[in-house]
């Protein structure tokens, strides 16, 4: 038995129009969430066998960047995995993975700007970014234990009716979406830095230029579903306060 069923399995009524609509709206999301990685790893797989003129490695691209940027405190290392790159605020490091730090293809430097773009925010103090790292530590515990406060919580109203834990625990559920909320201009914004530096340092073809364009497009969808998934949950719990 699943968390989401747990309503209908405590109270043996109907879900409210708000919880079906959570409902539908999770599968939905799930299915175009798995469409929207497939064609991510698709995407990357076939610029990751272009090479570009110039050479340069995607560790080297991040350097570059970083250095036209005037940030000289930023560390560029090599991470394990497939499209586990990322900044670090904390480490100040631009962490790219094996696919990435060596390779000399489109989607190298694509990506290795991308996560220069995060260092250049990070520089500039942009304000959704440090939102976003503000409410990391939040999210973290959020994420680890809103089921089961949510589960305390449906105990307790079975028991007493008392709905004040299970408000705690969507409360909890509404730190993540917020989260996943604010990530988005965070990473729009990084692409828009990348994309324009590159094309400022003519490192790539125009149509390589598009080729990386489509690249973080689509690295882009995965953080546009994994918001919509949030607010849908988010959804089917309040929903489920309102049941009818």
Request: with cysteine; glycine share 6%.
């Amino acid at each position: 038995m699943t968390l989401l069923y747990l309503p209908h399995y405590y109270w043996g009524g109907e879900y409210s129009e708000t919880t079906l609509m959570g409902l539908v709206l999770i599968a939905v999301i799930a299915v175009i969430g798995f469409i929207v990685q497939a064609r991510l790893q698709s995407v990357f797989n076939k610029y990751s066998k272009v090479k570009f003129a110039d050479g340069m490695t995607g560790a080297e691209v991040a350097e570059k960047m970083l250095r036209d940027n005037g940030i000289t405190d930023v560390q560029v290392l090599r991470t394990a995995g497939s499209l586990t790159d990322h900044f670090n605020p904390m480490t100040k490091t631009v962490n790219l993975s094996d696919d990435v730090y060596g390779s000399n293809s489109v989607a190298a430097a694509a990506v290795a700007a991308h996560e220069c773009g995060h260092a250049v925010q990070h520089a500039l103090g942009y304000a959704p970014l440090r939102l976003r790292s503000a409410l990391v530590p939040l999210t973290s515990f959020s994420s680890r234990y809103s089921t089961w406060v949510i589960l305390a919580g449906a105990a307790l109203m079975f028991a007493t009716r008392n709905e004040i834990l299970f408000w705690i625990g969507i409360a909890m559920v509404a730190v993540s979406a917020l989260f996943s909320i604010v990530t988005l201009p965070v990473e729009y914004d990084a692409s828009r830095r990348a994309l324009a530096w590159l094309e400022d340092q003519e490192i790539l073809t125009d149509k390589q230029q598009v080729q990386a364009e489509e690249a973080l497009m689509w690295a882009a969808r995965t953080y546009l579903v994994a918001a919509l998934s949030a607010i849908a949950v988010l959804i089917y719990w309040l929903g489920f306060l309102r049941r009818d």
